[in-house]
């Protein structure tokens, strides 16, 4: 069964965020139904209006993670900004901001006063540390995120140091912590019938995703080496050469192991002590790299990998942005970039949902707003406002 | 208010993920109150229970991502087994599965037969490249993911080539795209009146990850270079040298650049030609990187970075594992790293929750359980067996 409706179609966003991380949370949603309301700043809008690349001088990083939403000024430093926005929080389900803590509450519209006016909303503050705690003041920049939560020192190689992931990875998961926050308090709005706040810190999202780096150092009390590509538990599970690039090789237990040793023709390595099992060969793995190198080198990337899955070992190519938007799986099966036309830059590209929900409508809905492109729409259908009412609060700033 | 129920305390989770993505995934959502019933295979259990670090011959990896769960045993191969799996059906919200695509199908409960049963179950499988397109037989390891996905080739130096990230953020993504889709699917259930099936792939989480990569990529149509830790628009943003290590520091506009020239001791470099402006610092960024690391070298690490963020520049320490563990922000304030008495492993700590739901009840609620601990409770809970029942299932190989 394939329905009309989004998965979120009944719930209503105020959209406070900037940039990336609240952006990228708001996308999730927007993609999946929500009316997400994108409250900017008068004549000026989100800071990554301003951002490249630009296309006929239209921001294509704006376009890109503001798609299926919809745009309204708002000067919250007015008094009467302030009133309309505490009307649109009445009709609403969710507020979500990026700013740093206490900047909503100096506005006038911090937690307790959206609460006062209507309890069954969520709140999302997402901030580089989090509301509480004693660095919640600092600044919280992705690359702060990545460093301080641990990602770095555990990325990377024996030589170069630590190493920070190349997208902004603190945001994202920030970003995604902030749609599981929304939709979690939403699910709990039916089990105690009012909203909550939610608090979401770029730093925690990075800790989190260190898994089980914690219990490893716990156990050993070791700090994890930089291992580069390879995994530190098992060989070979690593990047390996062939003739025009790298490619990945993932023997995950003895079995495969077995296989692709045979495929290799180094059949007698699965006898030799120095290879005989998953620690013997970690032991080893500098020169069993440079074996299944001195192998693989005959191959080009694409033949090599097909060798190896054909044999039942998982194994993957490399793959940099050219080949990614041209793959028929990523790109054109699971639709991870989707064409959109946008009506200043045109035809071009965003990132697709990476939640497939197969019975509910998702996906891109429409191209990113211009600002204030909804102003009518979103004014008269939440609070009923007139032509002339707008056209007051335009000249008066307040919009 | 703070409520004494969790988020999801309303939603039955039947959980028969293994390893990691599936049950990072259900992790978040048991310590929202789910209740998540952890399904393994008899006498064996998940694969994880097998892995390191161990601690009194228990697995600490598994202790870590699997607390606030139960765990039941049953065996879906037995054609009991899946009857009885598919009574439990009616009674759950959920059923979440991490096998490679077509498994559940022949197992006799896949989407379909369970669809049959209760329509209004929210149906996850998560898989390394999703249960549709042309590579969807592929295995799909985390390190598949991550070089197939983009960011392996996006991450690194320019000495070093493509770098997986530290952690399996493949199996992260994936896992927290999967709780995502679950509580998205849960609200559309509102919407519609029934459930649905979702389709999670490591490699899309990894593509969606790469955020504003494709919109640079697409506008210049040049791959994007690897440029270890500083970022390609603007300088200074990236990592430098202290005394005693590395610390980051990210000047995000002008006017942070001019106040760190300044605290530097570099003020002739702000009206210096080579330095005017971020794309002129871009162009002579070593020597800008070599002025900074020759400033902050005569600092301990601490010491340089209390001095930047008090002049209201962004900083941070560059923190490993240890520094990470007893840091009274990340570990004390936001309970980062959970401690945890385990029946077997004793004193331990989990990793903690990013998303802080503030009202509802939110946390690690138990140590992970026993292989089948929770077999009397579930099965006379959901289905009304008896002591009498459990033996005879448990003779016959069944649970």
């Known amino acids: ?98 700013y740093r803590p206490g900047v909503m509450d100096k506005l006038g519209v911090g937690y307790d006063v959206i609460n006062k006016v209507n309890d069954r909303i969520v709140y999302v503050a ?102 580069g590509n390879r995994y530190s538990t098992l060989y070979p599970y690593d990047s390996f050469e062939a003739k025009d690039g790298q490619y990945v090789l993932g023997c995950g237990n003895q079995k495969l192991w077995e296989i692709f040793a045979k495929l290799a023709g180094m059949e007698e390595l699965i006898t030799d002590e120095r290879y005989i099992d998953g620690p013997k060969r970690l032991e080893h793995f500098e020169e069993l790299r440079e074996k299944i190198n001195d192998w693989s080198k005959n191959y080009l990337v694409e033949d090599v990998v097909k060798l190896i899955l054909d044999a039942g070992v998982p194994a993957a190519p490399i793959y940099d942005m050219e080949k990614l938007v041209k793959d028929e799986h990523i790109a054109k099966a699971r639709e991870m970039f989707v064409p959109l036309k946008h009506p200043v830059i045109g035809d071009m590209h965003v990132i697709g949902d990476a939640v497939k929900l197969m019975g509910t409508k998702n996906g891109v809905r429409w191209p990113a707003p211009s600002l204030g492109e909804h102003n009518s729409e979103v004014y008269r259908e939440l609070l009923g406002f007139d032509g002339d009412k707008l056209k007051e609060l335009e000249d008066n700033g307040v919009i």
Chains 1, 2 share one sequence.
């Open 1 to 98: 069964m394939q329905y009309k409706q989004g998965a979120l179609s009944n719930i209503t966003i105020l959209d406070l965020t900037r940039v990336l991380a609240g952006p990228y949370c708001t996308m999730i949603l927007a993609d999946m139904g929500a009316n997400v309301i994108k409250i900017e700043i008068p004549k000026k809008g989100d800071d990554t209006r301003q951002y490249g690349p630009f296309k006929n001088g239209e921001s294509m990083y704006y376009a890109n993670v503001n798609r299926s939403k919809k745009s309204i000024t708002l000067n919250l430093k007015s008094e009467e900004g302030r009133k309309i926005f505490l009307e649109m929080v009445k009709k609403a389900d969710v507020v979500v901001e990026n």
């Open 126 to 227: 997402i901030s580089g540390f989090g509301s509480y705690g004693p660095y919640s003041d600092r600044p919280g920049y992705d690359i702060i995120a990545q460093a301080m939560g641990g990602l770095m020192a555990y990325t990377g190689w024996p030589e170069t140091g630590p190493t920070r992931s190349g997208n902004a990875m603190g945001d994202v998961l920030g970003g995604m912590n902030g749609a599981i926050g929304i939709l979690a308090a939403l699910n709990g709005r039916n089990v105690t019938g009012k909203g909550q706040r939610v608090d979401i810190s770029l730093v925690d999202g990075i800790a989190a995703a260190l898994e089980n780096g914690i219990v490893r150092y716990e156990a050993t009390g070791k700090v994890p080496e930089r291992t």
